[in-house]
């Protein structure tokens, strides 16, 4: 099984940039989707972006617009580009497979990293 290493996470001022990335133990080649979810304190984890090994994306209306996901297959990395962070945006950031992200905000299950925390201060 994948194990998936997040970093990148950091205190940043709302209205600022951030990049996470995660690295895979395996190649991520063959993986049909990737994703990443985050979990604010006190609130349930949701699943925020996905990409497929073809590239189509997908995200969550809380941060359309916003983040974008990518994945470097030769170097078994997913990135996280996040702009115009907002305080709501302050939570650990988990790197996922296998998770596909429906219109309603729901998703299936999948494997999850360990984290990396994002804090957004006003």
């Known amino acids: 099984q994948v194990q998936l290493v997040e970093s990148g996470g950091v205190l940043v001022q709302a209205g600022g940039s951030l990049r996470l990335s995660c690295a895979a133990s395996?190649?991520?080649?063959?993986?049909?989707?990737m994703g990443w979810g985050r979990q604010a304190p006190g609130k349930q984890r949701e699943l925020v972006a996905t990409?497929?090994?073809?590239?189509?994306?997908n995200y969550a209306d809380s941060v359309k617009g916003r983040f974008t996901i990518s994945r470097d297959n030769a170097k078994n990395t997913v990135y996280l580009q996040m702009n115009s962070l907002k305080p709501d945006d302050t939570a650990d950031y988990y790197c996922?497979?296998?998770?596909?992200?429906?219109?309603?905000?729901?998703?299936?299950?999948?494997?999850w990293g360990q984290g990396t925390q994002v804090t957004v201060s006003s």
């Open positions: 395996l190649s991520i080649s063959s993986i049909n989707i």
């Open positions: 996922n497979v296998g998770s596909i992200l429906f219109n309603s905000g729901s998703f299936t299950s999948g494997s």
């Open positions: 990409i497929t090994k073809g590239g189509r994306t």
